[in-house]
């Protein structure tokens, strides 16, 4: 069966060629490429950084609210501060003497021309709600059931109460909370879902006033009472930021409260698509389009290495990179999308919950921080240039296995050291509560960070003693041993390598592995030399792998000669001295068309017929 001739200058093949040679262009200087590209990448990633960052007015704005809800203020002498509830009573205390007086004033106080009515208005309603336990969750031991008759556990799902609170016409029904809301993580560590009895008023003075004096005197909260939240919609103006404030106390199983106040600003133009926004945007989009080259680019990488592409961290790394920023693009969009602008600003009649959101873009900026750390950790890769740097990097590697082992061997100490800490100190001590916390405070102890005396003061003996061993266990063993495994390592890079360089051979071999690393640019007016004598030597002048037309002519016109030069010696056995006149009375006509062929083709490159029939005479001879 005969298959049809293919056409060399078709479409088709054209473009095999063109990928043909980018294929073979890409894999010669890889390392220069993927340097400018990320170098690209890298300068995008930053710049959506810059834009996306809100500026310092959204922390002194944050700042700014904190000291409003947690101290009193100065025109106060006598109130309750948040941090000073420590009851029932004193919780209802704080509402009368911060919220009433400074957040929601009647105006007719020294606080009406305070911080809430020249910087920040709040919008909407303000909403109470709490969170309850059943009477039934915990058991009496019958030694004591004479004296108590009702206990109430902590909270979990399935201890909460339902049951609806008599004599209360708002705050009394339980209701579910409201979709994404999410729950929240009180002081103790218990988590709280947003569901509860719930009670609203507009945010003006006297609406507030009355449903807290209702609240209060129905005896809203109690011993069932295990969390009361306030949340509070808040607008700024003057930055053109919104912020949700929620005032949380617990109380816990072991009697007391534990007040926390948790504010979340954005710029409202994050969430209503304002040009800073939009610009934001369009630098993580083309981001974003990078990534989404490199992913394909990786996943052919993949399909040709298979299982030795998972052997190099950075691609991993690649590929945890590409994750966080498609993630946090994704919260980025979250807010917009979310955002109800039908109901913003909301009425007075109206609460508008834009948790979500802001919660949504808190997390954008949490897993961007990661995003970008990680990026410019990676630029680490390129540092193989210099001559330290690959060392260091060798050097790691050679280390990580021992460095791993080592690290398993302090945290079992780490841990052991925790457990006693808790065990001893848990009741008495700050800090030592729980085993979490007693990992962090022993963390901290290293840093300098400690109170010798509080402990000692608690149990004389172990207080010395925990603390003296836990010292010596990591500043005297461990750090030495950490210290010895560097050295070892690096010891044995130095040794398999070669010595260190002077700073002027560094960079001159960061310029060399440069050079050797970029693609030669070709000089469109060195064109490729032929040399016409013994062998015919074509030479490739320009050093770009190919031979120009004038060249390849040349060379063929060549070949042919040379196989009509021996048919005709061995027909006419021509004499060897007459021969050797022929032959350089050739050489000389040669080297004249020949320099008449570079002349013509350096007088008009595009126009190779000329020196394509100057170069045909040389097979007249």
């Known amino acids: 069966m005969l298959l049809d001739p293919v056409d060399p200058n078709s479409t088709k093949v054209k473009l095999l060629r063109v ?10 200087y890889q390392a220069v490429l993927e340097f400018a590209a990320y170098s690209l990448f890298l300068a995008l990633l930053t710049l959506s950084a810059t834009l996306t960052y809100p500026g310092e007015s959204l922390h002194l704005h944050n700042d700014a609210l904190t000291r409003a809800f947690a101290d009193i203020p100065p025109y106060m002498s006598g109130g309750t501060s948040l941090h000073s509830i420590d009851t ?16 929601l004033p009647d105006g007719n106080t020294v606080a009406g021309e305070g911080f809430f009515q020249r910087h920040v208005r709040i919008l909407g309603q303000v909403k109470f709600r709490q969170i309850r336990v059943r009477n039934d969750t915990c058991s009496i031991p019958p030694e004591v059931q004479t004296y108590v008759k009702s206990c109430f556990s902590e909270f979990t799902a399935e201890s909460e109460d339902q049951q609806t609170i008599q004599g209360l016409p708002d705050g009394g029904v339980w209701q579910e909370g409201e979709p994404g809301a999410g729950t929240f993580e009180g ?13 609203k008023s507009s945010s003006t003075h006297g609406a507030f006033k009355q449903l807290k004096e209702l609240l209060q005197a129905r005896g809203w909260l109690d011993s069932k009472s295990r969390a009361v939240f306030i949340d509070l919609l808040a607008y700024n103006p003057n930055i053109n930021t919104i912020s949700t404030i929620k005032i949380a106390v617990e109380f816990p199983v072991s009697g007391g409260a534990l007040p926390i106040l948790l504010i979340r600003s954005m710029p409202l133009g994050d969430l209503l698509a304002d040009s800073r926004f939009n610009g934001s945007l369009a630098s993580m989009s083309i981001v974003l389009s990078l990534l989404l080259i490199a992913i394909v680019f990786h996943a052919g990488l993949i399909r040709d290495q298979k299982m030795s592409w998972a052997k190099r961290p950075f691609n991993w790394l690649d590929m945890v990179i590409a994750a966080l920023f498609i993630a946090s693009f994704v919260f980025r969009l979250q807010p917009v999308q979310t955002f109800p602008k039908s109901s913003f600003p909301p009425g007075p009649s ?17 897993l961007f921080a990661v995003c970008v750390v990680m990026a410019w950790l990676r630029l680490l890769k390129f540092m193989s240039l210099v001559p330290f740097m690959g060392r260091l990097h060798r050097m790691m590697s050679r280390a990580f296995a021992p460095i791993f082992i080592w690290l398993v061997i302090v945290v079992v100490v780490l841990f052991g050291f925790s457990v006693a800490h808790m065990l001893a100190y848990g009741s008495k001590v700050d800090g030592f509560g729980t085993l979490r916390d007693s990992m962090f405070s022993l963390l901290r102890a290293l840093l300098g960070d400690f109170n010798l005396d509080e402990l000692t003061s608690q149990n004389r003996v172990l207080g010395a003693l925990f603390f003296v061993s836990w010292v010596l266990f990591v500043f005297l063993i461990f750090m ?17 390598g070669t010595a260190d360089a002077t700073v002027k051979q560094t960079f001159a071999n960061i310029w060399e592995g440069f050079k050797s690393r970029m693609p030669r640019i070709n000089n469109p007016f060195k064109r490729d030399e032929v040399v016409v004598g013994p062998g015919d030597a074509v030479v490739d002048v320009n050093e770009d792998g190919a031979l120009n037309e004038f060249a390849l002519a040349f060379k063929a016109v060549a070949e042919r000669s040379k196989e009509g030069a021996a048919e005709q010696d061995d027909d006419n056995g021509v004499s060897a001295a007459g021969e050797g006149n022929e032959i350089q009375d050739s050489d000389n006509r040669a080297t004249v068309l020949r320099k008449k062929a570079q002349q013509s083709w350096r007088a008009s490159s595009a126009d190779v017929t000329s020196s394509l029939a100057t170069a045909g005479q040389l097979e007249a001879l």
């Open 19 to 28: 990928w043909d040679k980018t294929k073979t262009f890409v894999a010669r």
């Open 88 to 103: 029932v009573t004193e919780f209802w205390n704080f509402v009368d003497d911060v919220i009433l007086r400074n957040v």
């Open 187 to 199: 002081p103790s560590g218990i988590r709280y879902p947003a569901s509860g009895f719930t009670a």
């Open 350 to 366: 109206e609460f508008l919950d834009l948790e979500p959101q802001i919660r949504a873009a808190s997390q954008f900026y949490n």
């Open 480 to 496: 030495n041993v950490f210290t010895a495994i560097l050295v070892e390592s690096l010891y044995l890079t130095r040794k398999d």
